[in-house]
């Protein structure tokens, strides 16, 4: 199957500092990408679409400004947290579609945020 | 707007036993719902997945039904183990093409 890549894998930081996380689609085209956000103990969230070439879509409650999408080229999309805070710690999770008309996306390993 | 709900929410059980995680979804508008597993703070394994078109899929000692009129969806287990203790997450590709996750099943198979 098709291979998501997330990196770093783990990331420690001071509050008030900025970190991207980058998620690469390794062996296929991804227009489109998905940011998703878990918290302990809870279920994933989407938290917004990344689109090649246009503006990232997000969804209600998620700071545009704070959570910056960037999709590069038709393999990378990044996410960058600015200005963490201790609440920003979170589990940060990619996706990719796969192949048109599969209906199958493929996720990225995850990159754990902690913000002291 | 789609909601999914995952019923038990955790559950224990001895191993060796067959047993059943459900998953609920309120919009059956969907492209397929897929089954993962997640073990403490690692990612997702994708464990099954179930085009709407579907009725049900089989991997090993895994069998997940989709009844997507009903909005339901099970996923058995026979034989547990206890290398299955994890987190199960069910998830549904909605109308717009978005996963929406369920709450979980925190699984505890003990030996």
């Known amino acids: 199957g098709a291979v998501v890549s997330q990196h770093p894998s783990r990331v420690i930081c001071k509050s008030g500092t900025s970190v991207k996380i980058e998620c690469r689609s390794l062996d296929f085209q991804a227009t489109t990408m998905f940011w998703y956000r878990q918290f302990p103990k809870q279920s994933l969230m989407l938290m917004a679409t990344s689109n090649e070439g246009s503006k990232a879509t997000y969804e209600q409650g998620v700071e545009k400004d704070k959570f910056l999408i960037n999709h590069a080229s038709l393999t990378l999309s990044t996410l960058t947290v600015t200005s963490a805070h201790p609440e920003d710690s979170s589990f940060y999770i990619c996706?990719?579609?796969?192949?048109?008309?599969?209906?199958?996306?493929?996720f990225g390993p995850g990159t754990r945020l902690t913000v002291l | 707007k789609q909601e999914v709900t995952q019923i038990p929410a955790a559950l224990s059980v001895p191993e060796g036993e067959n047993l059943v995680l459900n998953c609920s979804f309120t919009d059956s508008a969907i492209y397929n719902l897929q089954w993962f597993r997640q073990d403490p703070g690692k990612g997702l394994t994708s464990l099954l997945l179930?085009?709407?078109?579907?009725r049900e899929q089989t991997s090993g000692r895994l069998n997940a039904s989709l009844d997507k009129s009903s909005g339901r969806s099970t996923l058995y287990i026979a034989a547990s183990q206890p290398g299955d203790s994890a987190t199960y997450l069910c998830a549904v590709l909605d109308g717009t093409y978005k996963y929406i996750f369920g709450t979980g099943t925190r699984l505890k198979v003990l030996a």
């Open positions: 179930i085009q709407s078109s579907q």
């Open positions: 996706s990719a579609p796969g192949l048109p008309g599969v209906n199958e996306q493929f």
